[in-house]
């Protein structure tokens, strides 16, 4: 019993440290540590959805704020009538007229970048009638049409460089008499039409009260076009005469501007190097915009052909050859061309217009030019801001 109690006692005691050096082993050995991951996304992103009505809202208010739209028409007439015993005492014309305007403005702006766009449109006539049919007339009053773009790019506060192109000519056609079996056409679609290019500087007054612009053009090109053959033949017949052979014309009367300042030598087209200015002021008065003022001023010098002129007649008149047929020349004097609009709105629908007209241009006419419209009718008016 005795023996089996020591074996017993020995064989606890070897499992006793045979536990004990495998647990200091262990211990010596270094342990990996436990990490975890996080791999839960925190960060707040956009819905991969947005509806459709928000995203409409955003362009169509990105829209209004680079884009500023007007648009204005107008129909103004006047009718006067006289009876028989006024007739045969005054001797007055019974009359219908009718001018119908448009205006359009649109200007596009990002950053240091805009482009403004300008389309007006005008015309009119007048309907003198009287009891016998065969007497009443129909002639034209106004006729113009006008579009003109100016991309810029701002470069201070009030400056901005940039350029401006502009078109004008007219929608129908001019006769110089009512009566349809003699008349001769003085006019009609490009003829004559007027091409102008610019660049330079324009300046802006910041003071809303005062809302100028002043463009000065260095370089400015100035081009007439009358590409009707029937309007140059009349024009032709009556600067020299119907039936003039060409061929017989001097240096002279072959440079002398016979049709809206162009001249044989120019055929159906002329085009003018020079510098340009022009004034815009556009008002509005009181708190509904009651009395509108609109005026233009724009002035051309083409100064390059004045040079190219000097030196052509200096060259010609040196050969002597030419003794007895020396080449003269008119001196080039600035077109001036200033239009004032007055428009006065009685109702949001009814307004009246005054529109009156400087025009000098002594290639064509060496008198001052100008035309004054009154009209009463139904106007309308949008705009986005």
């Not at 004559?192 to 910041?206: E, N």
């Not at 020079?274 to 708190?287: A, C, H, L, R, Y």
């Amino acid at each position: 019993m005795k023996k089996f109690f020591t074996l017993f006692a020995f064989s606890a005691f070897a499992c006793i440290g045979i536990a004990s050096a495998q647990a200091t082993v262990e211990s010596a050995t270094p342990q990996e540590q436990v990490t975890f991951a996080n791999e839960i996304k925190t960060e707040k992103e956009a819905p991969a959805f947005q509806s459709e009505a928000q995203i409409k809202a955003e362009k169509a208010a990105l829209r209004k704020e680079r884009n500023t739209i007007e648009f204005n028409a107008t129909l103004n007439g006047s009718l006067a009538y006289f009876n028989d015993k006024w007739l045969s005492v005054n001797g007055n014309t019974n009359s219908l007229t009718g001018i119908g305007n448009v205006l359009f403005t649109h200007t596009y702006t990002k950053g240091k970048f805009t482009i403004g766009t300008k389309v007006t449109g005008k015309l009119g006539y007048a309907f003198n009638f009287t009891d016998e049919e065969q007497k009443n007339t129909v002639s034209k009053s106004q006729d113009e049409w006008f579009i003109q773009t100016s991309p810029a790019y701002v470069i201070s506060k009030s400056w901005n460089v940039g350029g401006s192109l502009s078109l004008r000519s007219q929608f129908a056609n001019g006769w110089n008499s009512t009566d349809k079996a003699s008349r001769k056409l003085t006019s009609s679609g490009f003829a004559p039409a007027y091409l102008i290019a610019s660049l330079g500087v324009t300046y802006v007054c910041q003071n809303k009260k005062f809302p100028i612009k002043v463009n000065i053009a260095p370089l400015s090109m100035n081009a007439t076009y009358v590409t009707n053959e029937e309007v140059r033949n009349f024009y032709y017949a009556d600067k020299f005469g119907t039936g003039t052979d060409i061929s017989t014309l001097t240096t002279d009367q072959l440079n002398t501007p016979y049709v809206y300042g162009l001249t044989l030598r120019n055929k159906n087209q002329r085009y003018e190097g020079g510098s340009s200015i022009q004034i815009d002021f556009d008002k509005t008065f009181g708190k509904k915009g009651i009395f509108r003022y609109r005026t233009t001023l724009y002035s051309f010098y083409g100064w390059i052909n004045e040079v190219a002129q000097q030196n052509d007649s200096k060259k010609w008149n040196s050969d002597p050859a030419n003794a007895n047929n020396p080449l003269k020349y008119a001196s080039i004097a600035p077109t001036v061309r200033w239009e004032n609009t007055i428009d006065i709105k009685a109702t949001k629908y009814f307004s009246t217009q005054f529109y009156f007209q400087l025009y000098y241009n002594k290639a064509q006419n060496t008198k001052v030019q100008t035309q004054t419209v009154l009209g009463v009718g139904l106007a309308y008016t949008f705009k986005n801001k």
